[in-house]
DNA sequence: CGTGATTTTGAGAAGTATCAAGAGGAGTGG
DNA sequence: CCACTCCTCTTGATACTTCTCAAAATCACG
């Protein structure tokens, strides 16, 4: 199940989905509490130091929360897809940027009309809950990856997370869309984009996936890449031996 | 304000403090739905693919969040102090492993208990789901260090963290002591025992620090270990207490 | 069809990991 | 109280991955 708006009625609402953040179902917040916002590309939502007065979730697109530093380094903590919340932070101010990664639309609501909500909705406040829980177990992943993994066990990750999230239950595509650039994909995995083009190349000339185009990857040996992906990530088991 | 828990009637409860996971106070949950549970050094609270039945709060002691591969790489996702929140996984069994870093103890609100708990009592929720967000937060700079850093600014970021947490408003105490071992420094930092270690011989080499015993770090150089420390980040608070 | 942005490729440098060995500390038993 | 042992921590030498700097190729768009 998943909590999404139906930006027909500009309401945070919660449906079925494969993905999403808890068990929430027929429940829905009055108009008056969110509204809907569209973004253009690169388009800022929050910045950084803003007070921190409203959640968000993806309606549409593709967006991601950056952290830069003073001297121009950059981390991307998470790419956010339609049906996930954003905008969870604890202080007075937002200490993330979130912008739109191609043009795509945004629910928002009040932090005060969600809490409000979560106080008289027990499973709105278990799905916002859940929320959280999730985004922090995904924090967990990716923090695991890039304080441990080599520059192709990070990549074969994130393709794998990408397809993962495109997919379907029962049916995965062969091909992964990226719709962030290089320089996204670099500073979401800890490395230089250098290095992020170089890996694709690696990988192209192995034979794990084609390039049809920048933007588009073809999977040609799932298996591998499954197997990369989940190198230092709790595993399957060792009897699931597969031969490069 | 910080919820805490009061050993003597093994109940959560909320007070009053510097830091915190909630303005809560005066709240109080039943003695049938928390505990408290003491542990030895290095004993485990619950374990990866353990059904995730409980939350837990720190009572006294420091504990750490681990996942560790079938490849023997470690990832130590954080460290939790006196009135830190966790266990706050998502799905039906853990995905981390809690351990005791040294003699401690817990207490411990069934999941749900706690949720119970949450949809009558909007300040413990709110409380609870601050602690989720403050976690949040503080995975965002973990991983913009992990991901950015070098292990200089990496080792000084950690001091800084010790440090910070130790301090009670207005006091910081010039030494800090390091309760948890080399490999769990390293493991946290996402680098090897060896360069924790060299780069502690380092920081005294170039006077920054003292290390009149191996876990005790006298800090000689305050300013230049902040500056190290903010590198990459721009928050110059600790004032949390929820450790990722 | 240009023009600027993005991506790829190359060569070399830097930082950290790896492997190996030695030093220091804490606890145990004589 | 000392010697022994185990464990942690430090140091050293080398290798390797990734970063940095630089330039060429490709792509997007007016």
Same mark, same amino acid.
């Given at each position: 199940?998943?909590?999404?708006?139906? %930006?027909?009625?500009?309401?945070?609402?919660?449906?079925?989905?494969?993905?999403?953040?808890?068990?929430?179902?027929?429940?829905?917040?009055?108009?008056?509490?969110?509204?809907? &916002?569209?973004?253009? &590309? !690169?388009?800022?939502?929050?910045?950084?130091?803003?007070?921190?007065?409203?959640?968000?979730?993806?309606?549409?697109?593709?967006?991601? &929360?950056?952290?830069? /530093?003073?001297?121009?380094?950059?981390?991307?903590?998470?790419?956010?897809?339609?049906?996930?919340?954003? !905008?969870?932070?604890?202080?007075?101010?937002?200490?993330?940027?979130?912008?739109?990664?191609?043009?795509?639309?945004?629910?928002?609501? &009040?932090?005060?009309?969600?809490?409000?909500?979560?106080?008289?909705? %027990? =499973?709105?406040?278990?799905?916002?809950?859940? !929320?959280?829980? +999730?985004?922090?177990?995904?924090?967990?992943?990716?923090?695991?990856?890039?304080?441990?993994?080599?520059?192709?066990?990070?990549?074969?990750?994130?393709?794998?997370?990408?397809?993962?999230?495109?997919?379907?239950?029962?049916? =995965?595509? %062969?091909?992964?869309?990226?719709?962030?650039?290089? =320089?996204?994909?670099?500073?979401?995995?800890?490395?230089?984009?250098?290095?992020?083009? +170089?890996?694709? /190349?690696?990988?192209?000339?192995? !034979?794990?996936?084609?390039?049809?185009?920048?933007?588009?990857?073809?999977?040609?040996?799932?298996?591998?890449?499954? +197997?990369?992906?989940?190198?230092?990530?709790?595993?399957?088991?060792?009897?699931? +031996?597969?031969?490069?």
């Amino acid at each position: 199940m998943t909590l999404v708006v139906n %930006p027909s009625d500009n309401a945070f609402r919660a449906v079925g989905g494969p993905f999403g953040i808890g068990e929430v179902s027929n429940t829905r917040v009055p108009h008056a509490e969110s509204s809907v &916002s569209h973004y253009a &590309s !690169g388009e800022e939502v929050v910045g950084e130091g803003d007070p921190a007065e409203n959640y968000f979730m993806v309606v549409k697109g593709v967006f991601r &929360s950056v952290k830069v /530093t003073r001297d121009g380094r950059r981390q991307i903590f998470a790419f956010y897809m339609p049906g996930d919340m954003c !905008g969870l932070e604890p202080g007075a101010t937002y200490d993330l940027t979130i912008e739109a990664v191609n043009a795509g639309s945004m629910a928002i609501i &009040s932090r005060t009309a969600c809490r409000a909500r979560m106080n008289r909705d %027990p =499973q709105f406040n278990a799905a916002v809950f859940d !929320g959280a829980t +999730r985004a922090l177990a995904l924090s967990v992943d990716h923090m695991t990856m890039v304080g441990r993994s080599s520059a192709e066990e990070r990549l074969a990750w994130f393709l794998k997370m990408l397809r993962d999230r495109a997919s379907v239950p029962g049916r =995965q595509p %062969p091909t992964v869309d990226l719709v962030m650039q290089r =320089q996204d994909i670099a500073d979401y995995l800890g490395l230089t984009i250098e290095t992020v083009s +170089r890996t694709f /190349t690696h990988m192209k000339d192995r !034979g794990l996936i084609a390039l049809p185009t920048t933007r588009r990857v073809e999977i040609l040996n799932p298996e591998l890449l499954e +197997r990369l992906a989940a190198a230092d990530r709790d595993a399957p088991t060792w009897d699931r +031996r597969i031969c490069a």
